[in-house]
């Protein structure tokens, strides 16, 4: 699943119909209808505010006026097509006086949120495998110049570290370059959340 980082403001314009999409992180709906409410106050001349969240197992659209199906669930598809989570989005409009069509809207809301994503920063979860991997001190230079995150180091009788791995080849390259002299033990599989941008 994908996290957004921080909220973003973009703005489409069809027809001289105003699409404004804002995309929050939000961790409840209680959060969630806040912000509306604050969005709503800021555009009170707005012809509609459509919305779609998700926050886990909780979704939620509203097409507020539109025709039905027609905004709200075309911006929650296009969350979950682009796999995101404890997201809100909000798409104000301001009527252009040519009304669209079922499909135009359809299109005009998919677009506004899509376009919204791909300026945005996010958080992908990614599994992470922790690795306890010990060698001489000779040898100190190899883990310390091939390893991707070090997270702990421990100086005894000998070199300890504790990696974060994200490619489980280095681990081979490890092996190789140290004539097999390390020692490595894996310790867990956690998920990480690691910041990515979108459209990469």
Do not use: W
Request: hydrophobic letters at 40%; charged letters at 25%; one cysteine or more.
């Amino acid at each position: 699943m994908n996290y957004l980082i921080e909220p973003i403001e973009h703005e489409l314009e069809i027809k001289k119909s105003k699409f404004i999409t804002y995309l929050f992180p939000v961790d409840s709906e209680i959060e969630a209808k806040q912000l509306l409410s604050t969005i709503k106050k800021q555009h009170p001349k707005a012809n509609h505010h459509c919305s779609a969240m998700i926050i886990d197992e909780v979704v939620r659209s509203s097409d507020d006026g539109e025709p039905a199906s027609t905004a709200g669930l075309p911006m929650l598809q296009t969350l979950q097509g682009e796999e995101m989570n404890h997201l809100l989005a909000i798409t104000v409009r301001y009527f252009g006086g040519t009304k669209l069509g079922k499909g135009g809207l359809i299109r005009a809301y998919s677009q506004s949120v899509s376009e919204a994503l791909k300026s945005a920063t996010y958080y992908v979860e990614k599994k992470i495998s922790l690795y306890l991997v010990t060698t001489d001190f000779s040898l100190m230079h190899v883990i310390e110049s091939k390893a991707e995150s070090i997270i702990h180091r421990d100086f005894g009788e000998k070199a300890t570290f504790t990696l974060e791995v994200y490619d489980p080849t280095i681990l081979d390259e490890l092996v190789e370059l140290t004539a097999g002299s390390v020692q490595i033990t894996h310790l867990e599989d956690v998920l990480r959340l690691i910041p990515k941008v979108t459209g990469q």
